[in-house]
């Protein structure tokens, strides 16, 4: 009797953990809908006529299948702002990594007066709003002449204090007998530096890298207050934004989400295929000891 009794408590409490087990992942599948719902909806209109756009504007299957929003945008200078935005993104990235690398090994390893007030000044940026460093940016860069040139749009994001802050915390925690086993055999600082401690550190390089890219690849507002006058420097956020506001109300939908898809795609294709290293990126941040 009492061996029969715990077997049905054993199956109720496990029918209990499977029906929360479906109720869970049903909830989590809901919320991944919601998510994906928009960026679905995105790309199916890319491939819809202006018509069935106003008459149909949340179907996710086209009616009829057309390229008309791909070929309009071509007919833009569609091509010269995706050109803009991978060089910037590209010189930015590489930049970065390399400067924020020499900063990172530089505050962790070689020890100077006011290298832990340096540190904590490099992070005290990472507190103010982005927005509300524009317009002395703006100023800065007008009279440096740099307005309306690819050096305005790529010097300041040369070197984050983020990508500091991720290299540092990274090499902080690469052991030191490392560098004074190489010291003994004769290397120096730099020899140190890049034949030991940056192949340890590419765990953190290629999160760097997706960071970068990413960050400036969709970046807005720097190029917004750089580019003035001239419009073959538009990059692509800059210029699907000026193209909607130039159409007003005779916007193309078709045409404006296809450049939206060509943003977001190459984007969401480096998500998908190095994914752990965004997640391992967020981890470097944390302290370590």
């Not at 569609?78 to 050109?83: D, H, S, T």
């Not at 800065?140 to 010097?155: F, N, R």
């Not at 006058?229 to 193309?252: K, M």
Request: proline residues 5%.
């Amino acid at each position: 009797m009492t061996t029969t009794v715990r077997t049905a408590v054993r199956r109720e409490s496990r029918l209990r953990e499977n029906i929360r087990l479906v109720l869970s992942y049903a909830l989590l599948f809901l919320i991944a809908l919601a998510f994906l719902y928009p960026f679905v909806l995105a790309i199916s209109t890319s491939f819809k006529t202006l018509p069935e756009i106003n008459e149909r504007p949340v179907a996710l299957i086209p009616q009829t299948f057309t390229l008309e929003g791909y070929q309009r945008m071509f007919a833009l200078n569609v091509g010269r702002w995706a050109l803009n935005s991978f060089f910037i993104a590209a010189v930015v990235t590489i930049s970065n990594v390399l400067f924020s690398a020499l900063a990172g090994y530089s505050l962790t390893r070689i020890a100077f007066p006011g290298s832990r007030y340096v540190f904590l000044a490099i992070i005290g940026t990472m507190m103010i709003p982005g927005i509300v460093q524009l317009i002395p940016m703006f100023i800065v860069l007008k009279t440096l002449g740099m307005i309306d040139s690819y050096t305005g749009l790529i010097i300041p994001k040369m070197v984050t204090a983020f990508g500091i802050f991720l290299m540092a915390q990274f090499f902080e925690a690469i052991p030191r007998e490392l560098e004074e086993a190489a010291r003994i055999d004769g290397a120096g600082r730099f020899r140190m530096f890049f034949q030991i401690a940056l192949p340890l550190a590419r765990p953190a390089i290629v999160a760097l890298i997706i960071f970068s890219f990413q960050g400036s690849w969709n970046e807005f507002m720097h190029p917004l207050i750089v580019i003035t006058t001239n419009q073959d420097l538009y990059t692509l956020p800059i210029g699907l934004a000026f193209l909607r506001g130039g159409l007003g109300q005779n916007l193309q939908w078709n045409a404006l989400l296809a450049g939206s898809m060509l943003t977001t795609v190459p984007m969401a294709v480096i998500f998908f295929f190095f994914q752990r290293y965004f997640i391992e990126g967020i981890s470097y941040t944390g302290v370590k000891g």
